[in-house]
């Protein structure tokens, strides 16, 4: 079974321009999680998908970020205009159910660098 | 807001020695996860403590749940070269299904 993909692997770009990071979760996976690192703190929570449903997007810093999960399968986290605080690792994670007790598994991160 | 706590932020250790790292949530949690991030790499599920008081015990690894559901602790005995990596804990709070991440323990063990 193949395990949460993401790209680009990596992405430098500069200050003001746009970057659109993709996430490919878990096959029959409902539940899609976007989480970033930034400057070597700590990993926090951006927003959960359920299916293509927006369920929580408390964590989205700002409105220059947007995500997108059109037909509940990939999703998508745009980036316009980006910034020099944006530098950071973004994780996409999935779970089946997305109970309180559900593992949820992780994709290897896109490590973006705005300079 | 509710946070989870996690020192130290890093240790070194001589190969052989043990190793601890701690995490203290503001408040009650449903249950904790660890994950290990190889350097470069992503965060891998280790495990999941969810009744407290919990101790569950993978080989050379002990994590522990306290009574409240509030802290949590891994312990690695007789650290190898192979446990180097950043070790995080994972909190998920009452009714929550994102997991709020401590900022992890950098772990560099010497040869």
């Known amino acids: 079974e193949a395990g949460v993909t993401q790209f680009p692997s990596h992405s430098v770009i500069e200050k003001g321009q746009t970057v659109t990071l993709r996430c490919d979760p878990i096959?029959?996976?409902?539940?899609l999680y976007w989480y970033r690192r930034v400057m070597g703190k700590e990993i926090k929570f951006l927003l959960h998908?359920?299916?293509?449903?927006?369920?929580?997007e408390s964590g989205m810093p700002n409105n220059r970020f947007l995500a997108e999960r059109t037909g509940g399968t990939y999703s998508t986290l745009k980036v316009q205009p980006a910034e020099l605080e944006d530098s950071g690792v973004y994780f996409c994670?999935?779970?089946?159910?997305?109970?309180?007790?559900?593992?949820?598994?992780f994709g290897p991160g896109t490590r973006l660098l705005v300079l | 807001g509710q946070q989870v706590m996690q020192i130290p932020q890093y240790q070194h250790v001589q190969e052989g020695e043990d190793f601890t790292t701690y995490c203290n949530s503001s408040?009650?949690?449903?249950?904790i996860q660890w994950y290990k991030q190889r350097p470069g790499g992503h965060p891998v599920f280790l495990i999941q403590?969810?009744?407290?008081?919990e101790v569950k015990k993978q080989k050379r690894l002990t994590f522990q749940f306290g009574e409240a559901k509030k802290n949590s602790s891994l312990h690695i005995t007789a650290t190898q070269t192979t446990d180097v990596g950043t070790y995080f804990c994972?909190?998920?709070?009452?009714?929550?299904?994102?997991?709020?991440f401590g900022s992890g323990t950098q772990l560099t063990v010497l040869p």
């Open positions: 994670a999935s779970s089946q159910w997305g109970h309180s007790r559900e593992t949820q598994y």
């Open positions: 096959s029959g996976h409902d539940n």
């Open positions: 998908f359920v299916k293509e449903s927006k369920q929580d």
């Open positions: 408040t009650t949690l449903s249950n």
């Open positions: 403590l969810v009744k407290s008081g």
């Open positions: 994972a909190g998920r709070f009452l009714s929550a299904r994102q997991l709020t």
